[in-house]
């Protein structure tokens, strides 16, 4: 049985709201302290750590490919290594997985390596797990003080719960998710968890849309990329929490945008204005 089998729909409205970066301060820190270094050790890249860290989190944080996949980011970021730094064994196989794979995700990538001869290829993969994992655990231990919601992230949440169905919609690993949003309370503002375990944010969305929603009533919250194609791709509407502006973001989301979804003048000149500021904030 999926989450979605036991999801019901209580509203006309749904909100879809991203989680790292979007509703919770813990982007920054968990790529940081987190993916990065775990790269680095699992490939042992250690010489070219300084360089090798300031351009993960240039992919990752400050520029269009923010909120990439992890795999993603991973097979990009060692793309680029292995031009530059040093050979990466198995390569081609991590960079084809990740172009054809139906899921990214951990249990898919298990299925890969069960499926792999053996040989640079498998090993690859298997350490592409290892590092994902590796990720997940450091997460875990991060300080809870790195671990906080953006002002304004739950009342905003909760504004949009007195007239929405609200689904967390986020590529992060399903236990860091709840373990922060029920620690913060947003949780008590959430219908539905969709995290790396159910697809693809476009995924998630088109699924959600099964049950009935008009997409011109959807909105997707999200401070990436990945975030506004995945409502462009399924018709619905985007709403973006902008780096380095995400209170004002989330007082805005609360005063006005959840109020012009309501009374229908959300598309057009406000969307427009909206995406504008979006591919602004990241140089696009």
Known sequence: MSVF??????????VCVDSDGCAMDTMNCKHIYCFGPCMVTEWSLEEWKDEILQRWN????????????RFKGL????????GKYCAIAGLQTLQTWVETTKALSNDAL????????EGEGKTCLEKALAWSRAVNASIVALPEQLKVPFAGAKDGLAAAHIFADVAVV???NRDAVDEEWINHGLMDHVDIVLAQDCGS???????????GYDPAKVLMVGDAPGDSDA???????????LVGAEAESWEELKETALEKLCDGTYQGAYQQEKQKAFLVNLGG
């Open 201 to 211: 944010k476009a995924h998630c969305i088109a699924e959600m849309l099964k049950f």
């Open 170 to 172: 986020s590529s992060a």
């Open 75 to 82: 097979a990009m970021a060692l793309g680029e290594i292995n």
């Open 58 to 69: 240039e992919i990752n944080l400050f520029q269009m490919t923010r909120g990439i996949n």
């Open 110 to 117: 298990m299925e890969a390596i069960e499926a792999s001869e």
């Open 5 to 14: 089998d036991t999801f019901e729909k209580k509203h006309e409205y749904l």
């Open 231 to 241: 409502a462009r791709v399924n018709g619905v509407l985007y709403y973006p929490i």
